[in-house]
């Protein structure tokens, strides 16, 4: 495995701990600041997220193009400075020049590509590479995470400790606290994402969610609530988002674009060339990483939208739909998710090439073998 494939995933995982880490911070400042009866109770909230808004916005002007926008424009010189500074390493390592070998590779298959996108790939696989199920696990994968349930315990945390029975202020306390735990789940993850595997993470989570999910709605749904099933709930839901915030939220960050975006190197096995420019897949890599964002945002925003009104009309019963989609992601996981840690982008590729072209071999036993073993998986 190459240092490139061993940061892969503990880069994507960092990245989200400060996503969810600032839903901790907010529900905190919300938390702070309702105690207070003047303007500053709602103009420091509103200027910290500001600021910290301007930081983004000011801090985006001081990162450099990628080194494929650098190459695609003849500016050899600056790409190869960007992905010295990508690699921190020398132009001329190894790593370094194989990338650049692979990104000037693509944009000479790229000149020369010709073919439109049909629509038809997106949803029927005719290629070898199976393009339209790699599309839809990219989008289904973040679809469902949103179908779980996390950002209705996200926003609307303070609603559903008021429904279980607390008062105002400790419903408000523990919503800041869950997603502080929230927050600490997603610690933990870059540094088991490569020993344990995302496919195992999102499995056995996906598992430990249903549990959980399924302990809240058996004690907010059933008669005669009592203190005991009060705190069983309370503690099921912050468990749940302990879980969630370590096996569902990098990992699909990471999962989806990863499965989605299809190979272009030109150092790969005789065979495989032939088949990536077939089916055209830089027509493809991009809309792999665009499928991702579209199922995550699509489905925020209707959980959210409908989130909000579930809970007002049909109570505890909302959180069905969210413990169905808990159960249906643990087969999901296991019969359409196959594993891509320590793999790079073209091995990724063998492990939804189909069978027959694999049997073809092309004279290669040992990519042969790798290949058959990783679709039996």
Not at 88 to 94: G, T
Not at 96 to 122: A, C, F, Y
Not at 126 to 149: E, H, K, P, T, Y
Request: glycine share 10%; with cysteine; net charge neutral.
């Amino acid at each position: 495995m190459s240092l490139t494939e061993k940061e892969r995933g503990p880069e994507v995982a960092l990245q989200c701990i400060f996503l969810v880490g600032g839903c901790a911070v907010a529900y905190w400042v919300d938390f702070g600041f309702t105690h207070l009866d003047n303007q500053f109770s709602w103009r420091f909230p509103l200027a910290l997220q500001s600021a910290l808004a301007a930081v983004s916005g000011v801090g985006m002007f001081m990162l450099p193009d990628t080194p494929r926008w650098y190459y695609v424009r003849g500016r050899l010189d600056e790409g190869d400075e960007i992905l010295s500074r990508l690699y921190d390493r020398p132009i001329l390592d190894a790593n370094v020049q194989s990338m650049r070998d692979s990104i000037l590779g693509s944009l000479r298959l790229e000149t020369g590509e010709t073919s439109k996108l049909n629509l038809l790939d997106l949803f029927w696989d005719r290629s070898n590479l199976r393009v339209g199920r790699r599309l839809r696990i990219a989008f289904l994968v973040l679809s469902v995470q949103q179908m779980m349930g996390i950002n209705i315990a996200v926003y609307y945390s303070v609603k559903i400790f008021g429904q279980v029975g607390l008062s105002s202020e400790m419903s408000q306390l523990l919503a800041a606290v869950m997603n502080t735990i929230f927050a600490i789940g997603s610690i933990f993850l870059p540094f088991t994402i490569e020993k344990f595997g995302r496919r195992n993470i999102l499995l056995y989570s996906a598992a430990g969610l249903t549990i959980c999910l399924s302990i809240f709605v058996a004690m907010i749904g059933t008669p005669n609530p009592t203190l005991v099933k009060q705190w069983v709930a309370v503690g099921a839901i912050i468990v749940y988002n302990l879980i969630f915030g370590y096996g569902w939220i990098g990992v699909c960050w990471l999962y989806g674009p990863e499965v989605g975006t299809l190979s272009i190197m030109l150092s790969t096995v005789e065979g495989l060339e032939l088949t990536v420019q077939k089916i055209s897949p830089l027509q493809f890599r991009h809309i792999g990483g665009a499928a991702s964002a579209f199922g995550e945002w699509l489905f925020c925003f209707i959980t959210v939208f409908a989130g909000g009104i579930g809970l007002e009309k049909v109570g505890w019963k909302l959180w069905l739909w969210c413990l169905l989609s808990c159960a249906v992601a643990v087969p999901f996981v296991y019969f359409m998710c196959p594993e891509t840690t320590g793999k790079t982008l073209e091995e990724i590729d063998l492990l939804f090439q189909r069978k027959t072209r694999v049997e073809q071999g092309h004279g290669d036993d040992s990519r042969e073998s790798f290949s058959k073993d990783e679709l039996s998986q």
